[in-house]
């Protein structure tokens, strides 16, 4: 199993950047298909960007061109910088892992979830 605690959220202005950081432990992240998702007040999680074992990657219509997710297998952490940030994006963020494929992820079958972080995104 794989243990996973994000970091980086807080408050910008909109326009404005986060990079926001999640440290494995337990596991490689390259055994991982590894995602972000957000989940504003009073409405359902949503995926915002996924990078496969493969190191394909997926974006949200609302993350295209804004954000961009990698990994950096020596310091075993996922990574989303976030640029153009609008109030919209405000919102606790968590960082999800399921083991050798992305079917499923933050849906169905073993995910490993993190504690989340606070990104407000002020007009």
């Known amino acids: 199993q794989v243990q996973l605690v994000e970091s980086g959220g807080g408050s910008v202005q909109a326009g404005g950047s986060l990079r926001l950081s999640c440290a494995a432990s337990?596991?490689?992240?390259?055994?991982?298909?590894m995602g972000w998702f957000r989940q504003a007040s009073g409405k359902e999680r949503e995926s915002v960007a996924i990078?496969?074992?493969?190191?394909?990657?997926y974006y949200a219509d609302s993350a295209k061109g804004r954000f961009t997710i990698s990994t950096d297998i020596a310091k075993n952490t996922l990574y989303l910088q976030m640029n153009s940030l609008q109030p919209e994006g405000t919102a606790i963020y968590y960082c999800?892992?399921?083991?050798?494929?992305?079917?499923?992820?933050?849906?169905?079958?073993?995910?490993?979830w993190g504690q989340g972080t606070q990104v407000t995104v002020s007009s």
């Open positions: 990078i496969g074992p493969d190191y394909r990657t």
């Open positions: 999800a892992a399921k083991i050798r494929t992305c079917a499923g992820l933050g849906r169905a079958g073993l995910n490993y």
């Open positions: 337990g596991d490689s992240v390259s055994n991982f298909c």
